[in-house]
């Protein structure tokens, strides 16, 4: 019982994810592979999509941070502002970017609305097709709840980027997990 969802769900998920334009993934994965430094940003679960972003980052050999941490530097020109947001509107991350640019740094953006504040001012956006969080279950054309297609998408189009950089970076999982975490 507790899987006799997984099929819609999966259908789901190819349904937010078919809609990316590859032109823009591309983009996307050169502004990674540009940037001195990437900074990912994200509220929430669509914040924790951009965490584990982070860390397979790191796996990679390149230098990425997440916005909040402690050890966490300045952006300057030249940085990666990476922004998760299904809203694309969050003040706080609007905030966050609005200082990127301002800095110099380019600005990459998953969301699910284009339209957004983020949206425009992205060098880079990335639009997964999913119902606002707020959506009713009625009328969102998804039975999963709130923000979950975003952030089940989000993360889907995450792990597609960390083939794509491993390829493009000839990285494999074995010399990844050299730079695997050891203290655990």
């Given at each position: ?9 999966l ?10 334009r590859?032109?823009e993934?591309e983009?996307?994965e ?9 900074f ?6 669509s ?19 997440v916005v ?26 609007v905030?966050?970017a ?8 380019r ?5 699910g ?12 956006c ?59």
């Amino acid at each position: 019982m507790a899987f006799m969802y997984s099929g819609e769900i999966l259908d789901e998920l190819e349904r937010a994810v078919s809609g990316i334009r590859q032109e823009e993934a591309e983009a996307f994965e050169k502004l990674i592979c540009q940037a001195g430094r990437i900074f990912c940003d994200g509220l929430g679960r669509s914040g924790l999509c951009c965490r584990a972003f982070a860390m397979r980052l790191m796996h990679l050999g390149l230098t990425g941070f997440v916005v909040g941490e402690t050890v966490t530097p300045s952006i300057q020109s030249g940085d990666l502002l990476l922004v998760c947001s299904g809203s694309g509107g969050s003040e706080a991350l609007v905030s966050h970017a609005r200082k990127a640019k301002k800095c110099g740094a380019r600005l990459a953006v998953v969301t699910g609305n284009r339209a957004s504040e983020l949206g425009k001012m992205a060098d880079v956006c990335i639009e997964l097709a999913s119902p606002r969080k707020d959506a009713v279950e009625e009328t969102s054309g998804t039975i999963l709840p709130m923000g979950t297609l975003f952030e089940g998408a989000a993360a889907l189009f995450f792990d597609n980027m960390v083939l794509a950089l491993m390829k493009r970076l000839g990285e494999t999982s074995g010399t990844m997990f050299q730079r695997h975490a050891n203290l655990e």
